[in-house]
């Protein structure tokens, strides 16, 4: 049986990866935004029926543009520090987990939904953060993989996938289990947009460019040093030995010489002013997953 997308309020089942990208019926109101009004702000979801009062959000800084279709949010503290991404892929945003809620990324964002299609993507429990705040505020549905779907109560359009999933055309969805139960990752992969192969940081022109190469890894690998990242066994690790396995699996489902660049969700700093992590699929090759397997548990005392 192949794996199914489920519409997590209604039970309904939508084919998964393997067989058709999901039905889920009628397209959500991608022109609902958050409004300014006097002492707060208006929210709607679908319909301004469905209005909502929220206190005003704090100002914050706006997103930063890492390449021609990417960008990247300020550290969360929501999501304990966590970076979240917007990622640009034919006529579809992806949300790759949820920034702070803060004004100026509901400008940015609210701005975008009005002019283009979107998802929310979360790629762990750490990444969850105010989702059920911003999807109210853009309209656009909620990606999870199954295991978390629970920790996502009252969130409207929540759609969730078992094992791999293909979203839209070029985006593919892993469940990567270890960083917490339903950790997953986002490989994205589109001819025609991005940056060119050997062009570095440098963006492509908006009307193409060289192929568009990404894999979106949430927690599942983090950055150790600049240009270099693996699986870190932190004190919350779900599980350590299924993450090193998530790593493995990974490494036998992504294309040859896949992916160009990798963005992780957490410990950027590490990087030292880059974002991406070139040469991703030479960085996957590298790992060394048994050296790995034993190293110190962060959760017991010395």
Same mark, same amino acid.
């Not at 953060?129 to 656009?140: I, S, V």
């Not at 979203?167 to 892993?174: H, K």
């Not at 025609?192 to 440098?202: A, D, F, H, L, Y």
């Given at each position: 049986?192949?794996?199914?997308?489920?519409?997590?309020?209604?039970?309904?089942?939508?084919?998964?990866?393997?067989?058709?990208?999901?039905?889920?019926?009628?397209?959500?109101?991608?022109?609902?935004?958050?409004?300014?009004?006097?002492?707060?702000?208006?929210?709607?979801?679908?319909?301004?029926?469905?209005?909502?009062?929220?206190?005003?959000? &704090?100002?914050?800084?706006?997103?930063?543009?890492?390449?021609?279709?990417?960008?990247?949010?300020?550290?969360?503290?929501?999501?304990?520090?966590?970076?979240?991404?917007?990622?640009?892929?034919?006529?579809?945003?992806?949300?790759?987990?949820?920034?702070?809620?803060?004004?100026?990324?509901?400008?940015? %964002?609210?701005?975008? =939904?009005?002019?283009?299609?979107?998802?929310?993507?979360?790629?762990?429990?750490?990444?969850?953060?105010?989702?059920?705040?911003?999807?109210?505020?853009?309209?656009?549905?909620?990606?999870?993989?199954?295991?978390?779907?629970?920790?996502?109560? #009252?969130?409207?359009?929540?759609?969730?996938?078992?094992?791999?999933?293909?979203?839209?055309?070029?985006?593919?969805? %892993?469940?990567?289990?270890?960083?917490?139960?339903?950790? =997953?990752?986002?490989?994205?992969?589109?001819?025609?947009?991005?940056?060119?192969?050997?062009? #570095?940081?440098?963006?492509?022109?908006?009307?193409? #460019?060289?192929?568009?190469?990404?894999?979106?890894?949430?927690?599942?690998?983090?950055?150790?040093?600049?240009?270099?990242?693996?699986?870190?066994?932190?004190?919350?690790?779900?599980?350590?030995?299924?993450?090193?396995?998530?790593? &493995?699996?990974?490494?036998?489902?992504?294309?040859?010489?896949?992916?160009?660049?990798?963005?992780?969700?957490?410990?950027?700093?590490? %990087?030292?002013? &880059?974002?991406?992590?070139?040469?991703?699929?030479?960085? %996957?090759?590298?790992?060394?997953?048994?050296?790995?397997?034993?190293?110190?548990?962060?959760?017991?005392?010395?």
């Amino acid at each position: 049986m192949p794996p199914v997308a489920r519409d997590v309020r209604s039970g309904s089942a939508t084919l998964g990866a393997g067989e058709n990208r999901p039905r889920l019926g009628p397209s959500p109101d991608l022109s609902a935004v958050a409004l300014a009004s006097a002492g707060g702000w208006v929210q709607w979801g679908q319909s301004p029926e469905n209005l909502v009062i929220g206190s005003d959000p &704090e100002e914050g800084r706006p997103p930063q543009s890492v390449q021609a279709g990417l960008w990247l949010f300020a550290p969360n503290r929501d999501t304990q520090g966590g970076s979240s991404w917007l990622c640009e892929v034919g006529d579809v945003d992806l949300l790759i987990d949820v920034p702070a809620f803060t004004r100026a990324n509901l400008e940015m %964002l609210q701005q975008r =939904c009005r002019e283009r299609r979107g998802w929310i993507v979360l790629t762990g429990r750490d990444g969850h953060g105010r989702c059920r705040r911003w999807q109210e505020a853009l309209g656009w549905p909620v990606l999870v993989q199954e295991q978390e779907a629970y920790l996502l109560p #009252g969130v409207a359009l929540l759609t969730s996938f078992a094992d791999s999933f293909e979203l839209v055309n070029g985006v593919r969805l %892993l469940w990567t289990p270890g960083p917490s139960p339903g950790a =997953c990752v986002v490989h994205v992969r589109l001819a025609g947009q991005g940056v060119s192969p050997g062009s #570095g940081s440098e963006p492509a022109d908006s009307a193409g #460019g060289g192929p568009l190469d990404g894999l979106f890894c949430g927690r599942l690998l983090v950055p150790l040093a600049p240009q270099r990242l693996a699986p870190l066994r932190r004190r919350s690790c779900f599980h350590w030995s299924r993450q090193l396995r998530s790593v &493995e699996n990974l490494r036998q489902w992504l294309p040859s010489n896949c992916p160009d660049w990798i963005a992780s969700g957490a410990g950027l700093g590490a %990087l030292q002013g &880059e974002k991406l992590v070139r040469s991703g699929a030479a960085q %996957l090759a590298g790992l060394d997953l048994v050296e790995a397997l034993h190293a110190p548990d962060p959760g017991l005392s010395s």
